[in-house]
């Protein structure tokens, strides 16, 4: 893992990684050299009684933590450098991956757990780099410095504290195994935990309108609580280092103390090289303990970097083919050949579809909730790639064309219109980055947007919240129809709003979306008595299958269609047509919410 970090990053930080190792020399050379000074310091001052020992002595003295005070500033500013820069490039790479990646991935991934992931995740890579730097820079070096200096004044001596090694290195690997499985279960809480407080913020609304606060606060409560427990228990167990560091540490200077003092008292030998020895010997236990400590922390570190790496290595799914050529779309002739689909293999949701959308006409798609209009609509867009059949446009195959230039061709107007972070402007430039402020202006006046646009506080350029909060629902839909005005596309998708906008806002709506269609071929999953009505051709859909096809008139030509059947439901209740679809389609119904609750099991197994 660490190599492949190092390989993708190493070589543009080459220049700090080098001022990195001179500072750690530095501070490595400065810290063996103050211990070395113990050695004349102990027999020139006190047991020599040498006056002219003093001076020398306490200038290296100084000028060694100098060397040692700057040193140290230069690493540990470039260390930080060079970690600030990792967590950038990992944030830019993940959001690049996560822009390619279907729409198969975010269905099955929950957004803010996602966000809260990949925050964590990538200051895990940072963790990961600058343990990894700092322990071998610094305390690594340091403790080269050290135990050479400790051979140096005393070979025997230094054996005998040397052979704490290897129970030291037993004690590191049987912890770090312990802990590597607690880690990553403790990441996945952790970013469940915040992004469970995310979506709790984002639906705040439903929350408060469903009394659902408290049932919240106690799931909240009980991932807060197993977080803290998995935190603990990892405490418990790296902590463990702590103690047997201590015990072998104190074995190693007990042992020398008592060998030199023996050589002292018994031999007669002079003080000075046991003293910068022990110094040396306390120096070098710091950083002898923060090394043998990394490679515990650093086990979270790299479950970290693991979990970046998992998202970053996915293949985006439905990729464009290896010849797919640019889609050249004129007219936007919609036809679909034989179409069957399911999102699961097993579970065909369009079966067996063909029509033909006219060019510069408006194709009504009706039919009961979970009858598969808005996956037609997901179809054409390539969102999904269908299991049998084809889908073309002007005579193109879908699937053969790269899926940019598809797109391209097509704007989208949802049912919930979607703000993004930034000015009226932006969201309505998002339709084509290229649009001049004219031409938005223009698509707003059209979309029947630009009055009230204008009574925003900037006009145009007043931000839009998240989620537009400042915005009504009939307003926000027209600026998403400015959008797709603005695309220029020959091709509108269009799923109309079913509710959520009072007759005035309705007709207003209706109205853009009246010059929004003209001379574009118009897919419209129809809500509205008056789409479906003034409609070129009408699609019935039931369970997946075209049911019925024509016009308003054809339609109610046959007393018996299942189309005039809806429309006498409608005249006489004066409810939405979906609620009608609903009512006089009670299989089909029973079917869909049979297949939605197997859909809930699957998820939450
Ligand atoms: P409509 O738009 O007509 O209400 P949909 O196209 O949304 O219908 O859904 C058709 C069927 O496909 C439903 O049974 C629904 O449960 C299922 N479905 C829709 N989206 C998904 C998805 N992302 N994953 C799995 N099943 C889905």
Not at 313 to 326: I, R, Y
Not at 548 to 562: K, R, V
Not at 582 to 604: E, F, G, L, N, Y
């Amino acid at each position: 893992m660490l190599r492949r970090i190092v390989a993708e990053n190493g070589y543009d930080h080459r220049w700090s990684y080098a001022v990195v190792i001179v500072c750690s020399l530095l501070v490595s050379g400065a810290t063996a050299f103050s211990a070395w000074v113990m050695a004349p310091m102990v027999n020139q001052i006190f047991y020599e009684r040498s006056s002219g020992a003093v001076w020398w002595i306490c200038a290296g003295f100084m000028g060694a933590f100098l060397v040692r005070g700057f040193a140290g500033y230069g690493q540990a500013v470039m260390l930080a450098t060079i970690g600030n820069n990792l967590v950038a490039r990992y944030q830019k790479r993940c959001f690049d991956q996560l822009m390619k990646l279907g729409v198969n991935f975010f269905n099955d991934t929950r957004s803010g757990r996602l966000a809260a992931q990949l925050d964590e995740n990538v200051g895990g890579i940072r963790d990961l780099l600058s343990l990894t730097l700092i322990s071998i820079t610094r305390d690594a070096v340091t403790l080269v410095g050290l135990v050479g200096l400790m051979i140096y004044q005393d070979p025997v001596l230094s054996l005998s504290s040397l052979l704490i090694g290897p129970p030291l290195i037993w004690a590191v690997v049987y912890i770090t195994r312990r802990v590597r499985k607690i880690n990553r279960e403790s990441v996945l809480i952790n970013s469940r935990l915040s992004g469970s407080v995310q979506e709790a913020v984002q639906g705040i609304a439903i929350v408060k309108a469903f009394t659902m606060e408290d049932e919240l606060a106690r799931r909240i409560g009980i991932m807060a609580d197993t977080a803290e427990q998995r935190s603990n228990k990892i405490a418990r167990v790296s902590e463990r280092l702590s103690p047997i560091s201590d015990m072998l540490a104190g074995l190693a200077v007990t042992a020398v103390i008592a060998y030199s003092g023996y050589r002292a008292l018994y031999l007669g030998q002079p003080p000075g090289a046991v003293f910068s020895f022990i110094t040396a010997l306390i120096l070098a236990y710091d950083p002898a303990r923060r090394l043998a400590r990394m490679q515990v922390t650093m086990e979270r570190a790299l479950v970290n970097a693991r979990m970046i790496y998992e998202l970053l290595d996915l293949e985006p799914k439905q990729g464009d083919a290896p010849d797919a050529v640019e889609a050249k779309i004129t007219t936007g002739e919609v036809r679909f050949n034989n179409v069957t689909f399911g999102y699961s293999a097993d579970m065909p949701v369009l079966r067996n579809l063909s029509f033909t959308a006219a060019a510069g006409k408006v194709t009504a798609i009706v039919g009961a909730s979970g009858a598969g209009k808005s996956t037609l609509v997901a179809l054409l867009q390539r969102f999904y790639d269908v299991d049998q059949g084809s889908i073309e446009v002007d005579g193109q195959d879908i699937s053969k064309v790269t899926k940019r230039s598809l797109r391209q061709s097509i704007a989208y107007v949802s049912q919930a219109p979607y703000l993004f972070e930034g000015t009226i402007r932006d969201n309505i430039r998002y339709g084509r980055l290229s649009a001049t402020d004219a031409e938005i202006e223009q698509a707003a006046k059209q979309a029947a947007a630009d009055e009230f646009i204008r009574q925003q506080p900037q006009g145009y350029d007043t931000p839009v919240g998240e989620n537009g909060v400042t915005l009504s629902g009939g307003q926000r839909q027209r600026v998403s129809i400015a959008r797709a005005i603005v695309r220029q596309a020959p091709i509108l998708l269009l799923d109309e709003a079913t509710s959520a906008l009072d007759n005035e806002a309705e007709a207003r709506v209706q109205e853009a979306l009246t010059h929004v269609m003209e001379g574009r071929t118009t897919i419209v999953i129809a809500h509205r008595l008056s789409t479906v009505v003034n409609a070129d051709r009408i699609i019935v859909l039931e369970e997946g299958r075209l049911v019925e096809e024509g016009t308003h008139a054809t339609l109610m030509a046959d007393p018996h269609s299942i189309y005039a059947r809806f429309h006498r439901i409608q005249g006489k209740k004066g409810l939405g047509l979906v609620d009608d679809v609903k009512a006089s389609q009670t299989s089909a119904q029973t079917t869909a919410s049979r297949s939605r609750a197997k859909k809930t099991v699957r998820r939450s197994a």
